[in-house]
Nanobody, 124 residues
């Protein structure tokens, strides 16, 4: 059974930091691209960042470049999202997702596997 379990969300003040974790199981981690998406109330889902497990290639949305860092631990089949200099507009439910195709994760449509999400709230 494939599982993606997010953790690390919470309430933080503007300018603060959080680190999200996505623990995965049930598929060959090294073969997949893992991405982070977010959805704020009343807004469309947005791709935030992704990493290709095989070679560490990374993608960041313009809205988070320079503030967020994605990383992975292949031994633990886990991907992390370090979020610094958080802003109120970063408030959202953050989901991790996995697909064998890099381009599919970039697009965000038809991704194979999704977690249930973790809420990040940034207070002003």
């Amino acid at each position: 059974e494939v599982q993606l379990v997010e953790s690390g969300g919470g309430l933080v003040q503007t300018g603060g930091s959080l680190r999200l974790s996505c623990a995965t199981s049930g598929f060959t981690f090294d073969d997949y691209t893992i991405g982070w998406f977010r959805q704020a109330p009343g807004k469309e889902r947005e791709g935030v960042s992704c990493i290709r497990s095989s070679d560490g290639s990374r993608y960041y949305a313009d809205s988070v470049k320079g503030r967020f860092t994605i990383s992975k631990n292949n031994a633990k089949n886990t991907v992390y999202l370090q979020m610094n200099s958080l802003k109120p507009e970063d408030t959202a439910v953050y989901y991790c997702a996995a697909d064998i195709e890099w381009s599919t994760v970039i697009d965000g449509y038809g991704v194979d596997y999704w977690g249930k999400g973790t809420l990040v709230t940034v207070s002003s």
